[in-house]
């Protein structure tokens, strides 16, 4: 805290306010950890048990490391970050053992979740109900994944994870009755039939890098309806489901405020479907989907 070393009487002030201690990026330096670990531990207390937001960078053998510091504090955690190794021989021991005790966690993001672990899943799945917020980063589900969460999706109202295929993301909105908010990528472009499902609270929808999986969101449209959806943004494949976008728009009856869609996909956006989308739509843009 650069603050602090301004002059004494700011270090003072800066001290004594617990809310500028609540947020603190963690990695592991093997050749000083002891001495960063006095310091890590020095900033933890003085955030008073305010609640905590963390990003740590996990590799190797420094789960337990990272544990053993942030034990007493597990309980405060509301927003946390992990970063695992995207090498296969940096990969962690006992992952699972950064989300222990994590009582009042709000937002998970973890980046690279190492499936080569068995107990990974598992330990998601038991993370509290105070769980709103989880992001899967530089990770694939497939079904069996999706389904091992199950407990976990329940509480959840912000969702950002890609999928292997439609059957895994049709699952996955089942599984979640709260969710407002999902940004994700379909990677099969396999297309099923699928029983028709109804979300009743989703209300911001995101698919990115779907350009190269061709014909990934026609079974999405065939059996989706959203009712409450506001905001749709695709980053489109090659062939767009025309048709079967209008069924559902109609079906859906939602109160769709406004729809981005990829300058990629131009080429299946003419004025007609234009019209038509504008026909059903409140709001009709072909623009570029906003970065998150």
Known sequence: MLLARVCRRWREVTVGVPSLWRRLGVTVNDDHWQRATFCYDLYLKRSQGLPLSLVLECYKDHSTK?????QPYSSFVSSLYINFPDRQ????????????????LQDLTIVR???????????????PSTMRSFRAL????????????APVWTHLTRVEIDVHDQNAFLHLLWLCPKLFTLRTAIQSPEIQPFRPLTHSTLQNLYFHDCRLFKNSLYGV???????????????????WPHEEFKTFLTRSKCPLEGFAVCPGSGSS????????????LRSFRVSKPQAS
Do not use: D, W
């Open 221 to 239: 449209f065939s059996a989706l309806s959203l009712p409450k959806l506001r905001q749709l943004s695709v980053c489109s494949p090659s062939s």
């Open 66 to 70: 990272l544990r053993n510091l942030l």
């Open 113 to 127: 979740i190492p499936f080569s672990s068995t107990t990974i899943l598992p330990s998601i799945s038991r993370l």
């Open 138 to 149: 530089s990770t694939v589900f497939r079904l069996h994944g999706i389904f091992s969460l």
């Open 269 to 280: 956006m003419t004025a007609e479907r234009r019209a038509e989308y504008g026909a059903l």
């Open 89 to 104: 021989a940096q990969e962690p021991n006992q992952p699972e053992l950064l989300l222990e005790g994590l009582t009042a």
